[in-house]
């Protein structure tokens, strides 16, 4: 049985625990890195991260990219959108198709 | 083509023309696969971004949501009333096999049935901004889940499209125009060897009839 963790600061993420995820407010992106493996080697199938902290950590997350599981989903945190999600969407299809064919403006 | 050894041989001919043969084969089935996968690609990318837009836009109005909840009451009383959560998301991963790409099926399943158990507090010391702020946010949890299993379905077939792809140019203008090379090379030589030799045999039987017979003294 496998659950959904979400990272990020905490103003962003709190109120997640009330749905029953897990949560884990960090902010430092070496301690980050640590829980992001943790949990990806642990029993979590869904990573959610906020996108200010992925940018942080692409490196690690790009790791897990080609892997089943986890899936690590990035959302928006509290301090606004940064686009990144949008952009990882548009990146797979670059990969895909050679270019952006779909969203591309 | 000309830089590695080939020995011209009746042997060699066979091997590469088989080489051939099983090269156009793997071509036109990895082909195949890469333009199925592709289709099955864009509908789900289109899905994708659809939902992530949906998403983005709903824990935007969330977050909103939670800052005005959290500016009607103090920190302390806020932390405590969401300390214990009553309600646990459990996940089921299942596997669906997409052109020979896994990729997961989720299934979420809580604890309790009971929709209202994502309040984990008495409503008696909270604000009722509170309460709306959780609910928008359980509200969305639902796309959020079908988010991450399209989002990671494209990721994952994303970068086997770009595998096939590959594989695909490989032999199409590596493999296929070699072993054509190769075989051309081959029978060409071959053919040459079979001229030269029957060359070698006319001249042996001219000089032998001229041994037998003097024709150039004759002539003269």
Known sequence: MYKVAVMGDYDSIYGFATLGLDTFPVNDPSEAARILHQLADGKYGIIYITEALAAQLKHEISKYQEQISPAIIQIPGVSGNTGAGVTGVKKSVETAVGSDILFGE | ?220
């Open chain 2, 1 to 220: 083509m000309a830089s590695k050894q080939i020995t011209p041989t009746r042997m060699e001919l066979t091997k590469t023309k088989k080489k051939l043969v099983t090269a156009r084969r793997g071509h036109k089935l990895l082909k195949d696969k890469r333009d199925e996968l592709m289709r099955q690609f864009l509908e789900l990318v289109k899905e994708n971004m659809e939902l992530r837009k949906k998403v983005e836009a709903g824990i935007l109005s969330a977050n909103k949501n939670f800052v005005i909840a959290k500016a009607g009451m103090d920190e302390a009383t806020l932390n405590t009333a969401l300390m214990a959560p009553k309600q646990e998301v459990n996940l089921e991963v299942g596997h669906k096999n997409v052109m020979s790409v896994d990729i997961p099926v989720f299934h979420a399943t809580t604890r309790t049935a009971d929709a209202n158990d994502i309040y984990s507090y008495g409503f008696a010391f909270t604000s009722s901004d509170l309460d709306g702020a959780v609910k928008s946010l359980a509200d969305i949890l639902p796309d959020m889940l079908k988010l991450a299993e399209v989002e990671k379905a494209c990721q994952l077939m994303a970068a086997e499209i770009e595998k096939t792809r590959r594989r695909v140019n490989a032999l199409e203008h590596v493999t296929i125009p070699d072993a054509q090379e190769t075989i051309k090379y081959i029978t060409m030589k071959l053919d040459e060897n079979e001229r030269s030799s029957q060359i070698r045999l006319m001249k042996v039987k001219d000089m032998m009839l001229e041994e037998a017979h003097h024709y150039s003294e004759r002539e003269a």
